[in-house]
């Protein structure tokens, strides 16, 4: 089993930055994709960003250029700084990890960006 605990979220203005942190514990193989997804209200639940571990990144094309994310000195650890955030930003941010177990979910980090 895996739990994914995340923070970072919060309320900024447009043009502003966030980092959001994601630590992974329990069993973790040593292949996975971690990453993060998010769900805008009334909407799909969509990938924003994800690592691999081997360090290969992909991004959705809506924040190519202003996100970035990153894996921690510990491997169970993924970052995603976010900056010239924009309102269509705003959304429930949720970790993800793919493992040789599954398919785990964090519990959701909400992101506000006013304009």
């Known amino acids: 089993q895996v739990q994914l605990v995340e923070s970072g979220g919060g309320l900024v203005p447009a043009g502003g930055s966030l980092r959001l942190s994601c630590v992974a514990s329990?069993?973790?193989?040593?292949?996975?994709?971690m990453g993060w997804y998010r769900q805008a209200p009334g909407k799909q639940r969509d990938l924003v960003a994800t690592?691999?571990?081997?360090?290969?990144?992909n991004y959705a094309d809506s924040v190519k250029g202003r996100f970035i994310i990153s894996r921690g000195n510990a491997k169970n650890t993924v970052y995603l700084q976010m900056n010239s955030l924009k309102p269509e930003d705003t959304a429930d941010y949720y970790c993800?990890?793919?493992?040789?177990?599954?398919?785990?979910w964090g519990q959701g980090s909400q992101v506000t960006v006013s304009s």
């Open positions: 993800n990890l793919l493992g040789a177990t599954g398919t785990y």
């Open positions: 329990g069993s973790i193989s040593s292949m996975w994709r």
């Open positions: 690592i691999t571990s081997r360090g290969s990144t």
